[in-house]
């Protein structure tokens, strides 16, 4: 089969559970005693492996046979540069996709679920043998593309960060975040657990949780003000706004608790002054590894990125 384009087709891939495990192990042996004798079941492992690994393989000979094919780790995303006209194809689960669009620039990503009877796959619609049909429509530009609002921090010594789901300002480990918070007109000093910023693809995930936490402590305290059923509705992925909330504020006489929820327009941003000596952080989509230091005298403005993932359906 003759090629089709000459741009640069990644696929992303990562290691299994049953990878991770043998390289800490060494041995695939020794793996299966560690997860045996905890009460295990490694032929789950080995079932996990081995869908994902058929799904690798049958994506690099569909994809190889189309463009030229680059396979990369998640492990070096933060380092790799994409090409402008690449195509992305990620193998996963769904963080993967986010943990892999907040690097991109513009160039489309495809995602594939690796086994679809274990991962339901919000952002996967694709399996590995879709991909001989799929690639070519997208290289025609005649597949449908869903547009994903990203959020972006921007700190005050030129450091900048993206988050396809979500940004996290906060301390490194357990222990309190002190900051000061400002919101339009509005300011204040904190000691909390840290603030989460949600775009609209994140907002059904770890902030939709933090909003089901607290309603559900209204209802376990039976709070008399009922004229709000706690919800929150889930934004769309290319909304023109975020949202944040405060995890655990903790109130005294020089902290308060009446600025930890709200929304951030475009063209608006969230502006967060650190007051923590050691181990404050940003992080974004659960990536720790991948963290800006946010120590005294750093200051984040975190808005709405100037650039979207484009995500093809």
């Given amino acids: 089969m003759e090629r089709i384009t000459e741009n640069k087709i990644v696929l992303i891939v990562r290691e299994t559970r049953l990878e991770e495990l043998t390289s800490r192990f060494n041995t695939v042996s020794q793996a299966r005693f560690y997860v045996e004798q905890l009460g295990g079941d490694f032929a789950d492992y080995e079932r996990e492996n081995d869908a994902y690994q058929q799904a690798v393989t049958l994506a690099q000979q569909s994809l190889g046979q189309i463009g030229r094919l680059q396979v990369v780790q998640r492990t070096f995303l933060p380092n790799f540069i994409f090409g402008p006209d690449d195509i992305v194809v990620t193998i996963g689960q769904d963080g993967l996709v986010a943990n892999t669009l907040k690097y991109l620039d513009g160039q489309h990503l495809v995602g594939v679920n690796p ?26 530009g005649r597949r449908p593309v869903n547009s994903v609002t990203m959020a972006k921090a921007s700190l005050n010594n030129g450091q900048t960060l993206y988050a396809v789901n979500d940004l996290f300002i906060g301390p490194k480990s357990h222990g309190s975040a002190r900051y000061t918070i400002r919101h339009g007109d509005r300011s204040e000093r904190h000691s909390s657990s840290g603030v989460i910023v949600s775009t609209g ?73 650190s007051h923590m000596p050691e181990r404050g952080v940003i992080f974004s989509d659960g990536i720790e590894t991948d963290f800006l230091e946010f120590n005294s005298g750093a200051k984040a403005s975190i808005g709405i990125a100037e650039r979207q993932g484009m995500l093809v359906a």
């Avoid at 086994?115 to 025609?140: C, M, N, Q, T």
């Avoid at 770890?206 to 919800?231: C, H, I, M, Q």
């Fill in 201 to 273: 693809m994140g907002s059904t995930g770890w902030f939709s949780s933090l909003v089901a936490g607290a309603k559900g402590l209204l209802s376990a305290v039976n709070t008399p003000d009922r004229r709000s059923t706690g919800d929150f509705p889930p934004l769309k992925w290319d909304s023109c706004s975020l949202v944040f909330t405060v995890r655990e504020p903790f109130p005294s006489h020089t902290t308060g608790v009446g600025l930890v929820f709200g929304t951030i327009e475009g063209g608006k941003a969230l502006t967060i002054e």
């Fill in 115 to 140: 086994d679809p009877s274990r991962y339901d796959g919000k952002l996967l619609p694709f399996h590995a043998r879709d991909l001989e049909r799929i690639i070519p429509e997208v290289i025609r």
